[in-house]
């Protein structure tokens, strides 16, 4: 085998241990994360097209195959916080984070989740936790944009929790 053939099935291993896939009997790991893949790019279809539930269903179906894949749990965050349900957000939040503790968008979604629920201390500590190292890192990396929004609703509940600590 070539040094560029092993380097590239090196990567692929990495890759798959991270995601937390594993493969069917008679699947190979190519074939488990490109059916993840298209699971993940299937959901987010639907919930553009404003199916959430259709989404939500999708997300179940995958993980029923693949439970130990982190980023199905934070998706699931993610369409769950979109839908207003900040209970069940956190809770896959909270799965996808026990499972890869760095990942980004996980934390995003457990940050806004507990913000919602008026568990500002907890949402608090999430969001300034995804503005430091490899969390922050894996949150450039897969969704730069959402930087600004974590740090405008950290100012806002430091903001809310000054004013509640004040003497009335």
Same mark, same amino acid.
């Given at each position: *085998? ?11 291993a990495?890759?798959? /241990? ?6 069917? =009997?008679?699947?190979? *790991?190519?074939?488990?994360?490109a ?8 959901? &987010?279809?639907?919930? /553009? ?16 195959? !693949?439970?130990m ?6 998706? *699931?965050?993610? *369409? ?5 349900? &900040?209970?069940? %957000?956190?809770? &896959? ?6 499972? !890869? =503790? ?5 934390? &995003?979604a457990l ?7 008026g ?5 608090? %500590? ?5 503005l ?7 949150l450039?990396?897969?969704?730069p944009?959402?930087? =600004? ?20």
């Amino acid at each position: *085998m070539s040094l560029a053939m092993q380097t590239s099935a090196q990567d692929l291993a990495r890759r798959v /241990a991270a995601a937390g896939v594993v493969a069917a =009997p008679g699947q190979s *790991m190519t074939e488990a994360m490109a059916l993840l893949a298209a699971a993940r790019n299937a959901a &987010y279809a639907e919930a /553009a097209r404003g199916q959430l539930g259709r989404s939500v269903s999708l997300l179940l179906r995958a993980m029923n195959t !693949q439970p130990m894949s982190f980023e199905l749990q934070s998706d *699931m965050a993610a *369409m769950l916080l979109s839908a207003g349900e &900040y209970a069940h %957000a956190a809770r &896959y939040a909270r799965d996808a984070l026990a499972l !890869q =503790p760095q990942h980004g968008p996980s934390l &995003y979604a457990l940050g806004f989740a507990l913000s919602g629920l008026g568990e500002a201390v907890e949402a608090s %500590a999430a969001l300034r936790k995804l503005l430091r190292g490899k969390a922050k890192q894996s949150l450039m990396a897969e969704a730069p944009d959402l930087l =600004p929004l974590v740090k405008t609703e950290l100012a806002r509940i430091q903001r809310l929790t000054r004013q509640t600590q004040k003497p009335a």
